[in-house]
């Protein structure tokens, strides 16, 4: 029988991440077609929000609908156990990856190759540094005109801040792209383009094997040794430590689409990518290993039935194993839960669980209990760290249009901030209540579940804010001065916190300047 160690060991629970486009829910769905876990191409795909500029309520309901189901994608591929955490693909729902991004021992990064690292990629990878996760790169659309792959390495590794090293090398691009070599296992993999199969591959032992000749010409085969000679001279040997602790990036090339180059990357993912971590809580550090359960509450999904105020709270497992219908404690309020219907997302479908692992997501029916970043365990008092907030980028007021609601609209807005939809701040100068957001979208998401979810109106008033930063100082009077100087700008948020209200990057860089005593943070776990 599998001890939990074992069950721990072939967990690999991870996310793909990208900016919009770039071709990761393609990569998602040939992964799923690897594992079994679907049969045919599209299945995936059509599930996802299109990444239109302006929003439409059809979208955000399906998206809503439909994200339950692919927000985990388990299956087994070999001896192993894959978890794969969904990221929302619309850039105003960012807040909601970097909140998945805490549930994750790794990731893959998918990049185009025609277009190189872009802007969301960027914000995502800060996060990734943030925690030292592990990261391998894929880039993608070998099979259009892109650009010099030493060119993207050493754009990847200035963008990005991470070390690089190629493990699989391209033969050529777009039109003339022939195929891939794989430095890491020795092969050489010709490309026939086909959506759904695996291409062919042909062991070599060396890179001086006249097969290499013989598939792809000696021209090609020639600038395959010369650029192989030119990567071992420049890169180091590849260094699992170093990739575990989040210092060097492996990077493979190849078509998510043709399904090329996708085999070789997970079959090496699987071998290097980390099992679960221990993780750090306030107390002390929570080894996978434990017999003690504990979990924590990463993402919360509100249903789509408005009449009933339900939800599932997602719960990445960290430690123990846990069992349905035991009872576990709810940190904060102190409350032994029991759960009778837990889901467990395998193949995309979510059925009743009876057991789950460390490396595991289980899916919790709720109706209001949970917060984002909420611990449960088998009853020690541990408390994971708060899931980091960032600075938000868009500002509103939140105004009551119906007077008669105002106790609806108080608990919409909590219930919706403990979702993790927005943040919300008090401005101390004149008590208004402010959200906080990384994109447009959400105000009007917000709007719509308060009307339909609350029966509450709002109306929004625009401010012109830069950002909100959170601020500290060991010098409590230098801290007052600071806030007495700046009181129409300070506000608190849920935790009661001191928050800056910058109106202006020049602002802000003064305010930075004039109080060398203060610290600015522009997430909330610091
Ligand atoms: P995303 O989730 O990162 O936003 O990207 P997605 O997988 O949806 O891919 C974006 C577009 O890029 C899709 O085309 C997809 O078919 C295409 N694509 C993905 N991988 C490759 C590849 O290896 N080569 C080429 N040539 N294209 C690739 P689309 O036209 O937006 O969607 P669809 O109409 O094909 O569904």
């Given at each position: 029988?599998?001890?939990?160690?074992?069950?721990?060991?072939?967990?690999?629970?991870?996310?793909?991440?990208?900016?919009?486009?770039?071709?990761?829910?393609?990569?998602t769905?040939?992964?799923?077609l690897?594992?079994?876990?679907?049969?045919i191409?599209?299945?995936?795909?059509?599930?996802?929000?299109?990444?239109?500029?302006?929003?439409?309520?059809?979208?955000i309901e399906?998206?809503?609908?439909?994200?339950?189901?692919?927000?985990?994608?388990?299956?087994?591929?070999?001896?192993?156990?894959?978890n794969?955490?969904?990221?929302?693909?619309?850039?105003?729902?960012?807040?909601?990856?970097?909140r998945?991004?805490?549930?994750?021992?790794?990731?893959?990064i998918?990049?185009?190759?025609?277009?190189?690292?872009?802007?969301?990629?960027?914000?995502?990878?800060?996060?990734?540094?943030?925690?030292?996760?592990?990261?391998?790169?894929?880039?993608n659309?070998?099979?259009?005109?892109g650009?010099?792959?030493?060119?993207?390495?050493?754009?990847?590794?200035?963008?990005?801040?991470i070390?690089?090293?190629?493990?699989?090398?391209?033969?050529?691009?777009?039109?003339?792209?022939?195929?891939?070599?794989?430095?890491?296992?020795?092969s050489l993999?010709?490309?026939?383009?086909?959506?759904q199969?695996?291409?062919?591959?042909?062991?070599?032992?060396?890179?001086?094997?006249?097969?290499?000749?013989?598939?792809?010409g000696?021209?090609?085969?020639?600038?395959?040794?010369?650029?192989?000679?030119?990567?071992?001279?420049?890169?180091?040997?590849?260094?699992?430590e170093?990739?575990?602790?989040?210092?060097?990036?492996?990077?493979f090339?190849?078509?998510?689409?043709?399904?090329?180059?996708?085999?070789?990357?997970?079959?090496?993912?699987?071998?290097?990518?980390?099992?679960?971590?221990?993780?750090?809580?306030?107390?002390r550090?929570i080894r996978?290993?434990?017999?003690?359960?504990?979990?924590?509450?990463?993402?919360?999904?509100?249903n789509?039935?408005?009449?009933?105020?339900?939800?599932?709270?997602?719960?990445?497992?960290?430690?123990?194993?846990?069992?349905?219908?035991?009872?576990?404690?709810?940190?904060?309020?102190?409350?032994?839960?029991k759960?009778a219907?837990?889901?467990?997302?395998?193949?995309q479908?979510?059925?009743?669980?009876?057991e789950?692992?460390?490396?595991?997501?289980?899916?919790?029916?709720d109706?209001?209990?949970?917060?984002?970043?909420?611990t449960?365990?088998?009853?020690?008092?541990?408390?994971?760290?708060g899931?980091?907030?960032?600075?938000?980028?868009?500002?509103?007021?939140?105004?009551?249009?119906?007077?008669?609601?105002?106790k609806?609209?108080?608990?919409?807005?909590?219930?919706?901030?403990?979702?993790?939809?927005?943040?919300?701040?008090?401005?101390?100068f004149?008590?208004?209540?402010?959200?906080?957001?990384?994109?447009?979208?959400?105000?009007?998401?917000?709007?719509?579940?308060?009307?339909?979810?609350?029966?509450?109106?709002?109306?929004?008033?625009p401010?012109s804010?830069?950002?909100a930063?959170?601020?500290?100082?060991?010098?409590?009077?230098?801290?007052?001065a600071f806030?007495k100087?700046?009181?129409?700008?300070?506000?608190?948020?849920?935790?009661?916190?001191?928050?800056?209200?910058?109106?202006?990057?020049?602002v802000?860089?003064?305010?930075?300047?004039?109080?060398?005593?203060?610290r600015f943070?522009?997430?909330?776990?610091?």
């Amino acid at each position: 029988m599998a001890t939990l160690n074992d069950e721990i060991k072939r967990r690999r629970t991870f996310a793909i991440i990208s900016h919009p486009d770039a071709g990761k829910t393609t990569l998602t769905e040939k992964l799923l077609l690897f594992g079994g876990a679907i049969h045919i191409a599209g299945a995936v795909k059509s599930n996802k929000i299109k990444k239109t500029a302006t929003s439409d309520w059809m979208d955000i309901e399906k998206q809503r609908g439909i994200s339950v189901a692919t927000s985990v994608m388990g299956f087994d591929y070999g001896d192993y156990k894959i978890n794969i955490l969904d990221t929302p693909g619309h850039q105003d729902f960012a807040e909601d990856t970097y909140r998945t991004l805490t549930a994750v021992d790794s990731v893959i990064i998918v990049v185009d190759v025609a277009k190189g690292v872009e802007q969301q990629t960027r914000r995502l990878m800060e996060v990734c540094r943030m925690r030292n996760t592990p990261v391998i790169i894929f880039v993608n659309k070998l099979d259009r005109e892109g650009r010099d792959p030493f060119e993207i390495l050493d754009e990847l590794e200035a963008e990005l801040k991470i070390g690089v090293r190629p493990l699989s090398w391209p033969i050529n691009i777009g039109a003339k792209f022939k195929g891939v070599y794989n430095i890491y296992e020795h092969s050489l993999d010709l490309f026939t383009p086909n959506k759904q199969r695996v291409s062919e591959r042909v062991e070599i032992d060396d890179v001086n094997d006249p097969r290499i000749d013989e598939a792809v010409g000696e021209t090609d085969a020639a600038k395959l040794r010369d650029d192989l000679e030119l990567i071992e001279g420049v890169y180091p040997e590849f260094d699992k430590e170093q990739y575990l602790q989040g210092k060097l990036a492996p990077v493979f090339f190849g078509s998510a689409l043709n399904t090329f180059g996708v085999k070789e990357l997970l079959d090496c993912f699987v071998e290097i990518a980390p099992s679960p971590k221990p993780v750090v809580a306030e107390e002390r550090e929570i080894r996978p290993e434990e017999d003690a359960f504990s979990g924590f509450v990463f993402k919360i999904h509100a249903n789509m039935d408005p009449n009933h105020r339900s939800c599932i709270a997602f719960v990445k497992i960290c430690s123990g194993k846990f069992e349905r219908n035991v009872g576990y404690k709810h940190i904060r309020s102190g409350k032994v839960m029991k759960f009778a219907a837990p889901t467990a997302f395998m193949a995309q479908k979510k059925s009743i669980v009876d057991e789950a692992y460390p490396g595991d997501i289980v899916g919790i029916p709720d109706t209001g209990n949970f917060k984002i970043g909420d611990t449960l365990t088998s009853g020690e008092e541990i408390h994971f760290k708060g899931l980091p907030s960032f600075s938000p980028e868009m500002f509103k007021y939140i105004e009551n249009t119906d007077p008669m609601k105002s106790k609806q609209l108080e608990k919409g807005i909590q219930q919706l901030m403990d979702e993790g939809v927005a943040q919300l701040f008090v401005n101390q100068f004149n008590g208004r209540k402010l959200i906080g957001t990384v994109g447009q979208l959400q105000f009007e998401v917000i709007q719509y579940r308060l009307l339909h979810e609350y029966g509450a109106q709002c109306r929004w008033e625009p401010i012109s804010l830069y950002k909100a930063c959170w601020i500290e100082s060991d010098d409590a009077q230098a801290l007052e001065a600071f806030k007495k100087r700046k009181h129409q700008f300070m506000a608190v948020d849920r935790e009661g916190r001191d928050v800056f209200l910058a109106d202006s990057s020049y602002v802000l860089t003064m305010a930075q300047q004039d109080f060398p005593a203060i610290r600015f943070h522009f997430s909330s776990e610091f």
